[in-house]
């Protein structure tokens, strides 16, 4: 089973809706390398929606749990089918983490995330209009003004409990990320996005009663589609389409970058062009290849074999750069940093550099680029502006 069908298998066990065979190798998966940890996530931000104004703070309770674990060790899908909707969560918990989290977890007060003014928050607004300001960093819940919708925000992750189940949504949620913040969320289906930043998903609540699920990008996120032939899934941008087959990719069109690039890591999608006739096949990619199209050209789209990792490693905080001009790198680190930068060394703009970056301060790059190329820069507030050597 792939990590796409096992996803899809949690959010039905969340939901219990799964079945014995599903529950049976979600336990075999669950046990394996760092799987825990997504299933940590999806579980607890389960739990933080429906129970958080419920005390369960038992430790006999909790000790119990763990004998009944010992004792049906040998019937593994049981240890996942405890009784109640309380002792689901438990279940899952107790697989994957030690007490001490266990008691974090239930002891330790949520935090107030009341909606605040703040434009260098995340924001999202629901289809009614209403406007929730997330950060990323607190874990919580937060209720629309209507009452009917109920998001989860757990270590860096959005879920959304919504109640439009069943009905057919008009308009879509609208989710911005400004610069300097990354935000993963997990669609109504299953699907998770996480979201570079400076970049905006446009996406329905549900997809209940849609013949295809459709979402619509600016900017850059990595796509993890739930599989579902019966509905495919289409990501828009303003010049490119990337229809899915269920499988892993990453979508790159910023406006400033004057690209649009689909990079494939596992699966199988097909690009075209938004504003070409929809009844042409679209071109299809290969797990590693990368599909691009210069915006505002009327040209087809350039395929090549390319290293994914160095596309994707945002994802895990890393900044990469692969034999990229420095006019390109400057606005990435505008992006990753949240700061303007002003370039007066027409020649550095022109010069390619090839690097990687885990957690530096902005500081620490330039300071690593200046070791193979000499300029000098000055920092005021959130701008920097870079010059010719020797020159103040």
Known sequence: ??????????????????????????YE???KGNNQEVFKKYVQADFLINYQNRSWKSEEAFKNFLETIKENDSKKVRSLLVRGDMWKYAAAIVVIVSTSFFALLYSTPQEDMTPRVDLNMITLQLENGEVLNLDPSANGTIKSKMGNTVFSLVEGV???KNGTKGKKVEKNNVLKIPYGKKLSV????????????????????????????EVYLQGEAFFEVAKNPEQPFFVKTNTIYTQVYGTVFNVSAYTEDGVAEVVLVEGSVGVGEVDVNTSKTPQMLKPSQKASKLLDVESGFVVEDVDVSSYVSWTKGILTFENEAMSNIIKKLERQYNIHIINQFEELGERRFTGMFDVEDIDRVLK?????????????????????????
């Open 368 to 392: 690593t680029i200046q070791t193979h190329t000499r300029f000098s820069y000055q920092k005021e507030g959130k701008t920097i502006t870079i010059k010719e050597p020797n020159k103040q």
């Open 158 to 160: 959005l879920i959304q």
């Open 1 to 26: 089973m792939t990590k796409f069908d096992i996803r899809r298998t949690i959010t039905r066990y969340i939901n219990q809706e799964a079945t014995q065979e599903e529950l049976s190798m979600l």
């Open 186 to 213: 997990t669609l109504q289906d299953g699907t998770v996005v996480m979201l570079n930043s400076g970049s905006t998903l446009s996406y329905p609540a549900s997809f209940s009663g849609k013949d295809k699920r």
């Open 29 to 31: 998966w669950v046990k």
